[in-house]
C-alpha cells in the first residue's frame, strides 16, 4: 500500500519534486503551510511530510526551524539535498518586452536576483506564497506577468519556458527534511539535530555547552540561532553534528549539555545525504 505524504505544495513546487524522489511510489497530498504539513502528519492524515529547511543561498527556511523548535511530536526522519533550477515562465506569445511585473516565492526571488537586475531592471517584483502559486498567477490570464518557477509548471499550467537556469549560482541547492512520529534507526554515517537554550544570559554559556562536542571530537556541520520568542534578547541555538543520538558519545555529549541548559530537545537522527 503506498505510503501518504504531506508536502509543502500545491502541485509543481520544488517540495514536491523532493517528495516525488524520495518516494516515487508514494500517495502524495500537497498543503498550503509548513505547519499544515505538520498537522497533516501529526493527526495521521500522512504518514509523512516533506518541507524544506534550508537553501544553500537564501539560507534557513525559518517556519521549518520554528515548527521543529515548538513543535514536540514530529522527528525528522530523512534528509534530501535538490539541486534548484528556475525558470522564467510567461504564457504563450509573451515577449521579453511584454514583462512589466515577475511573480515567485521570496526565497526564488532572492536566488535570482542578479538575473532580474540586469534582464528586467524595472519589472515589479511580487513575492508569492510558493512557486507554484506565481505560475497559476501567470496562467490565469495576468497581462505583462512572468513567474520564476520549477519547469515542470510549463507542463502542468501551460505555460512557455522565457529563459531556464536564471538562479545566480550553480551551486544552488534546498535541504528537505521528512517529518514523521520517529526518526531513524543507526546506520553508521548519521546526523542529529537539536536545539537549546539557558536559562541565563552569560559569558561563556555557549562555548561550554559546544565544548562537550569538541572533547569528542564530534564534528558540528551546522550552528545557528532563532528568537525564543519569549523575551527580547533570547535565542535558542540549533546545530547539526555527526553521528547518532543513540552513538554512545554523542549521547553523552547532549545529556551534558541537557545538563547546562534550560531547555534541549532532539529533532531527530537521520542518515547523512549522499549523492
Not at 109 to 135: D, I, M, T, V
Not at 147 to 157: V, Y
Request: proline share 5%; charged share 25%; glycine share 6%.
Amino acid at each position: 500500500m503506498p505510503k501518504r505524504i504531506a508536502y509543502l505544495g500545491p502541485r509543481g513546487t520544488f517540495t514536491e519534486e523532493a517528495a516525488i524522489r524520495y518516494d516515487p511510489e508514494g500517495e502524495l497530498e500537497s498543503f498550503p503551510t509548513v505547519a499544515a504539513v505538520s498537522l497533516a502528519v501529526s493527526s495521521g492524515m500522512a504518514e509523512e511530510g516533506v518541507v524544506p529547511i534550508e537553501n544553500s543561498l537564501e539560507g534557513s527556511v525559518t517556519a521549518t526551524l520554528d515548527l521543529l523548535i515548538h513543535e514536540e511530536t514530529l522527528l525528522i526522519k530523512r534528509e534530501l539535498v535538490l539541486p534548484i533550477e528556475h525558470y522564467l515562465l510567461v504564457r504563450p506569445g509573451t515577449r521579453t518586452a511584454d514583462i512589466e511585473v515577475v511573480y515567485s516565492h521570496p526565497q526564488s526571488l532572492g536566488q535570482c536576483r542578479g538575473f532580474l537586475e540586469r534582464c528586467f531592471p524595472k519589472a515589479r517584483l511580487e513575492p508569492s506564497l510558493s512557486n507554484a502559486a506565481a505560475a497559476d498567477v501567470v496562467a490565469e490570464g495576468v497581462e505583462g506577468a512572468a513567474a520564476i518557477a520549477p519547469r515542470r509548471n510549463a507542463e502542468l499550467r501551460g505555460l512557455e519556458v522565457l529563459a531556464q537556469s536564471i538562479q545566480d549560482s550553480d551551486h544552488n541547492v534546498t535541504r528537505f527534511v521528512v517529518l514523521a512520529g520517529q526518526d531513524s534507526p543507526v546506520t553508521g554515517d548519521d546526523k542529529t539535530s537539536l536545539c537549546f537554550s539557558f536559562a541565563d544570559d552569560k559569558s561563556g554559556l555557549l562555548y561550554e555547552a559546544l565544548r562537550e562536542f569538541a572533547e569528542r571530537d564530534i564534528n558540528l556541520a551546522k550552528i545557528e540561532s532563532r528568537p525564543a520568542k519569549l523575551n527580547l534578547g533570547e535565542y535558542v541555538f540549533l546545530i547539526d553534528c555527526e553521528g547518532h543520538r543513540e552513538d554512545p558519545v554523542v549521547r553523552e555529549a547532549i545529556e551534558n549539555v541537557r545538563s547546562r541548559t534550560l531547555m534541549l530537545r532532539i529533532f531527530g537522527s537521520y542518515p547523512r545525504w549522499s549523492d
